[in-house]
């Protein structure tokens, strides 16, 4: 959960929507994303709304750990309030953060029962949890899946012992596909591996290595992302002061390109550009309903909404967000309105992602034209093309947010 929050008008004390925005409420898919902001140490180049215990200190049981559920299981309730009586049965359930097994399993198991009893989980629905791998083990796992989670995603980033500590990931190289056997033990039925590339003195062998160790842990799913360098954060003062170099474009081309063979090969499928599964089972519904534009409440401090065309964002530190609820409010500090033109731009700007691409039909005459120009340079494909939508190639997704800016415009 990005650490910046966007300007917005205010948000009723109750939390209300407009009237617009439960229109068809029900008839789109609906999620719930958990954000739990807590991590035992900061990763020097993440700028996501995350906290240390250190950092919270000063604020109170509050802001604390211990009393966390309480307050996510309140907004929850809130939620279902806002909401109405509209029959809206949870197709997916995220816990990202932070860390969320930081908290006792119990926690996340009162947490997920709380969405149940007040919303019901859909059959098939997809219950996912983020972990450290080192803050996890046997028995955390099985309590996990005992309440109902069903998916876990495992930060495993590299397997090369000088990168994690670049990274300021402390666990231990081969924990997290050990940790991939465990949780198969526990019964999880899907796994993710998530990867970092282009982190500064990383080489293409020491990329290849973490690509076969993940791909040897046997997860159905890995996800693998360049490493932005995000100003604010350690690594962003380390590469300014000299100390680091900054990867060039070319390098995370390289290493993507490197990692899109090695995983083709090993039967993952990508299905957006960062991911990859062995089977459509095995795909993360819960970013497909972020990518098509579908309902999901976003519940815990920072964290964003979104429910028939109106965006709403939390307050960021724990301290404000459990105040507002022990009182009553809404913890929403702002909101927006999509206009019809922000939502297709929108569309556009993820659904083209997509292994589907999105439709032609989204784009204006000048987008069109674009969308023309990218096939006859190979960055759309042709048969997707002829079937009314702009789906990329691998080369196309090598330069997605050029083309995406191209179509939008």
């Not at 299981?73 to 995220?94: I, K, N, Q, S, Y």
Request: aromatic fraction near 8%; charged fraction near 25%; glycine fraction near 10%.
């Amino acid at each position: 959960m990005p650490s910046a929050l966007p300007d917005g008008e205010p948000v009723p004390s109750d939390g209300s929507l407009p009237a617009s925005a439960l229109t068809g409420l029900g008839s789109r898919p609906f999620g719930f994303y958990v954000h739990v902001p807590y991590c035992a140490s900061r990763c020097g180049y993440c700028d996501f709304n995350t906290y240390t215990a250190t950092e919270l200190r000063s604020s109170g049981t509050v802001a604390s750990q211990d009393t966390y559920a309480d307050n996510l299981v309140a907004e929850v309730r809130l939620a279902r309030r806002v909401l109405g009586d509209t029959d809206l049965p949870v197709r997916t359930v995220f816990l990202g953060g932070g860390t969320p097994t930081l908290l006792p399993a119990r926690d996340l198991v009162r947490m997920l029962a709380a969405i149940r009893d007040e919303f019901g989980l859909a059959p098939d629905a997809e219950v996912t949890t983020e972990a450290n791998p080192e803050s996890v083990g046997p028995a955390y796992l099985a309590e996990l899946r005992e309440g109902g989670f069903n998916r876990i995603s495992f930060g495993m980033q590299s397997a090369r012992p000088h990168v994690l500590q670049l990274l300021d990931r402390h666990h231990t190289p081969g924990r997290p596909e050990a940790c991939v056997a465990e949780a198969r033990a526990a019964g999880f039925e899907h796994v993710n591996l998530d990867l970092i590339y282009g982190t500064p003195g990383e080489s293409d062998d020491d990329w290849r290595a973490s690509l076969d160790a993940a791909i040897g842990a046997g997860p159905d799913h890995v996800s693998a992302y360049s490493l932005i360098v995000e100003d604010g954060t350690r690594l962003a003062a380390r590469v300014k002061r000299g100390e680091l170099p900054m990867i060039d474009d070319d390098v995370h081309a390289d290493r993507y390109l490197i990692a899109d063979e090695a995983l083709g090969k090993a039967g993952y499928a990508w299905y957006e550009v960062s991911n990859w599964a062995t089977t459509e089972a095995g795909r993360c519904r819960h970013n497909e309903l972020y990518w098509t534009g579908a309902d999901w409440w976003g519940a815990g401090p920072g964290a964003h909404s979104h429910v028939g065309g109106v965006r709403w964002w939390n307050a960021k530190h724990p301290a404000a967000y459990a105040q507002a609820l022990a009182e009553g409010r809404t913890p929403a500090l702002g909101r927006e309105l999509l206009a019809e033109e922000d939502r297709r731009v929108e569309r556009i700007l993820l659904e083209l992602r997509l292994v589907d691409g999105c439709p032609l039909d989204l784009l204006t005459a000048d987008g069109r034209a674009a969308a023309d120009r990218a096939l006859a340079d190979g960055l759309l494909d042709p048969a997707a093309h002829a079937d009314g939508r702009a789906a990329l190639t691998l080369r196309g997704r090598l330069l997605a947010d050029g083309v995406v800016r191209d179509l939008v415009d």
